[in-house]
RNA sequence: GUGGGCGUGGUGAAGUGGUUAUCACGACCGGCUGUGACCCGGUAGAUCGAGGGUUCAAUCCCCUCCGCCCACCCCA
């Protein structure tokens, strides 16, 4: 075996069809019912597109993006992530001149360079919404609820969302140099991947993994107590919405969640993230926030906007553990008894097919060797052409899947042919 | 980039310093030359991840490399 899947890629078998198609329809059928429409923008854009959006210091950027110089001698990026591409494309074609806000979801393959484990993949899937051009928490409300439609829809339990504000960005330089005050004093107690986060990103202590730190973080000072009067109203707002939500529908959980930040540079305000129990440390299979400040950003008019993203290898991961059933995807396998009948058989297969029968022809074996074929394959049904049936124009129909038995059916009505085949 | 675990037919597993390297499932053929599944019989398929070393001998012991998985970092 000389050819591998390249480190972080897998392939999607046959098998998995089903679950990833049942995935796909649930995300794309409830971000319908909420109005959103498909957009699909290109897989590489502008390197500098990333870097303006995604925040030139976080790893994503830093570490791994898959850029590479073409032949024009262009800084490319496969995309790491949507929400800026998604949004170079509304400024490109004038969308905010449309009726707003803009309510776009998108779903396809993302790129990141990183060691491959459970739930991380160097291609992965991203499913996501993007609602643009309205700056009320009844925005932030609606993305939050059509994850969790979605969520529920697919039947996925023991889900949580978390939710923190992190006020506007001059709110947050404020409490950035409050949280970094208040770690100083313990600086000496922090491990070493603690003491680099103190330097590169204070605002990720709080979601540090070691235990001193998650100890010292307890009383550390928290984002909602230095947002601006906005920004708490608006946090309020939602969270009341939220609860509301709850007494609704109790399998909806939420917290509001301190320690929640966020990797990506261009959050404000709202930040959220839906978690599943049973996913380990890669549990946050859905994350998004409140985005204001990116549209004006990337050189379009101030326009403020909030989505989120899903990732869809988390979400099969998760269904995976209830298993879905294959069932039979061919209806006939036409079983050829006599060679010289392969002429007709291939007549009879066209007929089949166009009337949206799954057929296929029985490879050039022994009558056994078909049969074993048709029985191998799942498919419903082995229809014999030998020359008894062929002289009065008929076909035999047997039944792979039913004890029921074998028929006769004349060869020209394909109505009764199908008829007998579904059910 | 760092740390841990693991690499044996297509898949999943045994195994031993000297074996024709074992088993199950799968695949293929046959058991009625016009009938699957179950059953029975048979066939094919592995340079035991790669390279080097120790040894009379290495799949097994040692080293290096590669790959996969898991975790950290970070994220969906």
Redesign the pocket.
């Known amino acids: ?1 000389n050819y ?5 890629t ?1 392939d999607i078998l046959p098998k998995d069809e089903v679950i990833w198609n049942k995935v796909q329809k649930s995300c794309f059928e409830t971000a319908k019912l909420y109005g959103y429409q498909f957009i699909e923008t290109p897989l590489f854009e502008d390197s500098k597109l990333f870097e303006r959006t995604v925040g030139e210091s ?3 950027v830093e ?2 993006m898959y850029s590479f110089t073409d032949k024009g001698g262009d800084s490319i990026s496969l995309r790491p ?1 949507n929400t800026a591409g998604v949004c170079r494309a509304f400024i490109e074609n004038g969308l905010h001149n449309n009726t707003l806000p803009a309510r776009l979801f998108y779903y396809g393959p ?1 790129f ?1 360079y ?9 291609q ?3 499913f996501g919404v993007e609602c643009i051009g309205d700056s009320t928490f009844e925005t932030d409300y609606e993305v939050i609820d059509i994850a969790w439609k979605i969520l529920k829809n697919l039947d996925i339990k023991g889900i949580k969302l978390n939710i923190n504000s992190l006020g506007d960005k001059e709110d947050r330089e404020i409490y950035i140099g409050k949280l970094k005050d208040y770690f100083k004093n313990y600086i000496n107690d922090l491990p070493k ?1 603690d003491k ?2 103190f330097e ?2 204070p605002l ?1 202590l709080l ?4 235990e001193i730190t998650i100890k010292i973080s307890e009383d550390a000072p928290k984002t909602l107590d230095y947002i601006s009067s906005e920004s708490k109203e608006h946090h309020e707002n939602l969270i009341q919405k939220l609860e509301k939500l709850n007494s609704m529908d109790s399998s909806f959980n939420y917290e509001v969640n301190h320690k929640l ?4 540079d261009y959050y404000n305000r709202t930040v959220f ?2 978690t599943s129990n049973s996913l ?9 926030g409140r985005y204001d400040p990116l549209i004006k950003i990337l050189g379009g008019p101030e326009t403020p906007a909030v989505g ?7 979400v099969v991961n998760e269904l995976n553990k209830n298993e879905v059933e294959n069932n039979s995807h061919i209806d006939a396998v036409l ?1 050829i ?2 060679e010289d009948l392969r002429m007709i058989s291939q007549e009879i297969a066209n007929d089949f097919r166009e009337n949206k029968i799954k057929t296929i022809i029985a ?1 050039k ?5 078909q ?6 394959i799942n498919s419903k049904s ?1 229809i ?7 002289e009065n124009n008929k076909i ?1 129909v ?4 039913s ?1 029921r038995e ?1 028929i006769e059916i004349d060869r020209n009505n394909i109505e009764e042919i199908k008829a007998v085949l579904n059910n």
């Open positions: 075996m591998k899947a390249q480190r972080g897998y976080t790893d994503i570490k791994e992530e993302m990141r990183e060691r491959p484990q459970s739930g991380r993949y160097r992965f899937h991203q991947v680099l986060r590169r990103s990720r979601d540090s993994k070691e930040v966020r990797g990506l993230e839906y380990g440390p890669q549990g946050v299979i859905l994350g998004g989120f993203a899903m990732g869809i290898e988390r079983i008894v006599d490879p074996k022994s009558i056994k060797a049969m074993r074929f048709a029985n191998n082995a014999f052409i030998g020359k008894n049936e062929i035999s047997k039944f792979l899947q004890s074998q």
